[in-house]
């Protein structure tokens, strides 16, 4: 089958349908100039993960934590969603039951305006006081760029504020997990733009699949999960994903 068979069957497993759920990856937001953690100009290729994305990285040396983090904060008030965010954008108003879950932390989906998001490693745009002072209100927003200080400190007792994303080694928040668990009983899940190799995201369309979703990963690459579910179609996200809008609304 080719890539137009592909996604027409897609697009006709789509049609009617009401509970769509999409997961989403670094390689969505790619084509908006976001580099990726593990492709070839990934964010890994020139750091270790375990030394800027863990808590105990932060314990060590929380000036050189922040200064990645200001660092990407800078480059992300530069970028604008693409094709793709758009796209999902549109989806998540037209299924009466949409959800996107997805792993980026950038703010990109939001700033396309999707509907009924799921950020299941944060968000870059959040902070929180690194000692949970008492005063302070759990997270909040603050798009400062740069900060002025780094490390930025609490405004509540003056002690560090830590980026409001998930490190490795740190557990997923309960409330999203069950949330993104009740939108795996779908009738369509889609990957789009994830390696798959981050638990628990990575665990999400097996589990969508094995409640009886019709299961499709979208990536330029295969994956592990490209084995796993009922269709990979391999590609740029945003040309797939404009392909299928065109098929879903009727247009070449
Ligand atoms: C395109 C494209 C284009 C490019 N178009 N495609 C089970 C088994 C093994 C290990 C574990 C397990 N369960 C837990 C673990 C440990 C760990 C883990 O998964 N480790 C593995 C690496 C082995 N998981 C955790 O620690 C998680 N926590 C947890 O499980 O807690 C349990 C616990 C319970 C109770 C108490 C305590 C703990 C937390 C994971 C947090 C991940 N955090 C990060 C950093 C976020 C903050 C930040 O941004 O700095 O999240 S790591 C990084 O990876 C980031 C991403 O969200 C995540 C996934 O990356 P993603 O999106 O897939 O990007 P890439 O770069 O990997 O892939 C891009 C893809 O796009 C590629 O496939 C390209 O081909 C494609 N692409 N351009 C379409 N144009």
Request: aromatic share 8%; net charge neutral.
């Amino acid at each position: 089958m080719n890539n137009a068979d592909r996604l027409q069957t897609v697009a006709d497993r789509l049609r009617d349908k009401r509970r769509v759920t999409v997961l989403t990856g670094a390689g969505v937001s790619a084509a908006s100039g976001v580099p990726t953690f593990r492709g070839p100009d990934g964010l890994w290729k020139k750091q270790r993960p375990e030394t800027l994305a863990t808590a105990d990285a932060f314990r060590r040396d929380p000036r050189v934590v922040w200064e990645w983090y200001d660092w990407r904060r800078q480059v992300l008030s530069t970028k604008v969603p693409n094709r793709a965010h758009e796209v999902l954008a549109a989806w998540s108003e037209r299924f009466p039951n949409f959800t996107l879950i997805t792993q980026n932390v950038d703010g990109l989906h939001e700033r396309a305006g999707t509907r009924n998001l799921i950020r299941f490693h944060g968000s870059i745009w959040e902070v929180l006081c690194w000692d949970r002072c008492a005063n302070a209100p759990g997270r909040w927003w603050d798009d400062t760029v740069p900060f002025p200080q780094i490390p930025p400190s609490c405004p509540h007792c003056g002690g560090m504020l830590r980026p409001g994303v998930v490190w490795f080694g740190e557990p997923i928040d309960p409330d999203v997990i069950a949330k993104s668990t009740d939108a795996l009983d779908c009738d369509v899940f889609f990957t789009v733009g994830t390696s798959a190799q981050v638990f628990p995201a990575a665990a999400l369309a097996h589990e969508a699949r094995h409640r009886g979703a019709f299961t499709v990963e979208l990536n330029l690459e295969s994956t592990p999960s490209s084995n796993a579910v009922d269709l990979s179609v391999q590609g740029p996200a945003t040309d797939l994903l404009q392909t299928l809008e065109e098929l879903l609304l009727g247009r070449p």
